[in-house]
């Protein structure tokens, strides 16, 4: 008589991940995975659509050596927009957690104010948010003022910084609205934090900025991380992004090969922004 095969429980598990991870696999590699491995393959070609077919020329590091070497179009774009980034990140990530620690307080209508934060999200496409922003719509009113804008002009006209300062200024509020993920990321990190930790801290005697520095801001470090990363990602990828323009060209070869070395850019910036973390929060945790 044959035995009979039982499946473990951790086979059966692993089935049943599988099983759940299957649709997801499947829809990336063929929406993702292919377009990525194909754009590669564009990237060392020159691509000729005809009436029946499509036509590949292999043309090398032509492109690449073309966008590194031989223009400086990804330069006079990218420096400008990049200088925005770093200024910007800091201002999104700091906003958001001030926020969500405000929107965490047991206050009246905070359900009400928690969705007045996370609706522009939601009803903000690209395409609106780039209307907005043309039109002018997400600046600093008192920043057109004649004192500030004198001041600007005199102290920042001549210097490298001047103009993606301004600009991210003129946009300042749309960049704000924009924050919803960040804030609700913050707000689920925060509601981690155990209450007893704050009642001892209240009990010690410790004052609400103390709590802040030893309890709060340690405990939102891997939060603070994840919103760094999301919001480099968010912020390159934002409908004002220059580069995007770039990339968006009929030469489907330059592209591909100018869309990949903006990744790689992206990549590398994000590696700093992760070594510059650890060691900070290293360094913060010896001192505790």
């Given at each position: 008589m044959a035995k009979k095969r039982v499946l473990t429980t951790r086979t059966v598990r692993n089935l049943e991940g599988s099983?759940?991870?299957?649709p997801w696999l499947l829809g990336f590699i063929m929406f993702l995975g292919f377009p990525l491995v194909f754009s590669v393959y564009m990237s060392f070609n020159t691509l000729k659509?005809?009436?029946?077919?499509?036509?590949?020329?292999?043309?090398?590091?032509k492109y690449y050596h073309e966008i590194l070497f031989g223009s400086s179009a990804l330069y006079d774009e990218l420096i400008p927009y990049f200088q925005e980034v770093i200024f910007m990140v800091p201002v999104i990530v700091?906003?958001?957690?001030?926020?969500?620690?405000?929107?965490?307080?047991?206050?009246?209508?905070?359900?009400?104010?928690?969705?007045?934060?996370?609706?522009?999200?939601?009803?903000?496409?690209?395409?609106?948010?780039?209307?907005?922003?043309?039109?002018?719509?997400?600046?600093?009113?008192?920043i057109q003022g004649d004192a500030i804008n004198g001041f600007m002009d005199t102290y920042l006209a001549d210097s490298s910084w001047g103009k993606p300062v301004k600009a991210v200024l003129e946009n300042f509020v749309m960049v704000l609205w924009y924050s919803g993920v960040q804030i609700l990321i913050f707000?689920?990190?925060r509601q981690t934090i155990p209450v007893s930790a704050y009642e001892s801290a209240r009990i010690d005697g410790a004052s609400p900025w103390e709590v802040f520095w030893k309890i709060t801001l340690p405990a939102m470090s891997p939060f603070i991380l994840l919103n760094l990363i999301y919001t480099v990602v968010?912020?390159?990828?934002?409908?004002?992004?220059?580069?995007?323009?770039?990339?968006?060209?009929?030469?489907?070869?330059?592209?591909?090969?100018?869309?990949?070395?903006?990744?790689?850019?992206i990549l590398v910036f994000l590696g700093i922004i992760m070594l510059i973390y650890s060691r900070v929060n290293r360094g913060s945790s010896r001192r505790r």
């Amino acid at each position: 008589m044959a035995k009979k095969r039982v499946l473990t429980t951790r086979t059966v598990r692993n089935l049943e991940g599988s099983l759940f991870m299957a649709p997801w696999l499947l829809g990336f590699i063929m929406f993702l995975g292919f377009p990525l491995v194909f754009s590669v393959y564009m990237s060392f070609n020159t691509l000729k659509i005809l009436p029946n077919k499509m036509k590949y020329n292999f043309v090398g590091l032509k492109y690449y050596h073309e966008i590194l070497f031989g223009s400086s179009a990804l330069y006079d774009e990218l420096i400008p927009y990049f200088q925005e980034v770093i200024f910007m990140v800091p201002v999104i990530v700091i906003f958001a957690l001030l926020i969500a620690i405000f929107l965490n307080q047991k206050l009246p209508g905070r359900l009400v104010f928690r969705a007045l934060f996370f609706l522009p999200v939601i009803f903000s496409t690209g395409a609106v948010l780039q209307g907005f922003m043309s039109q002018g719509e997400g600046g600093l009113g008192f920043i057109q003022g004649d004192a500030i804008n004198g001041f600007m002009d005199t102290y920042l006209a001549d210097s490298s910084w001047g103009k993606p300062v301004k600009a991210v200024l003129e946009n300042f509020v749309m960049v704000l609205w924009y924050s919803g993920v960040q804030i609700l990321i913050f707000l689920a990190g925060r509601q981690t934090i155990p209450v007893s930790a704050y009642e001892s801290a209240r009990i010690d005697g410790a004052s609400p900025w103390e709590v802040f520095w030893k309890i709060t801001l340690p405990a939102m470090s891997p939060f603070i991380l994840l919103n760094l990363i999301y919001t480099v990602v968010d912020m390159f990828t934002f409908p004002s992004n220059p580069v995007i323009n770039l990339i968006n060209s009929d030469n489907y070869g330059y592209s591909s090969a100018l869309a990949w070395i903006y990744f790689i850019i992206i990549l590398v910036f994000l590696g700093i922004i992760m070594l510059i973390y650890s060691r900070v929060n290293r360094g913060s945790s010896r001192r505790r």
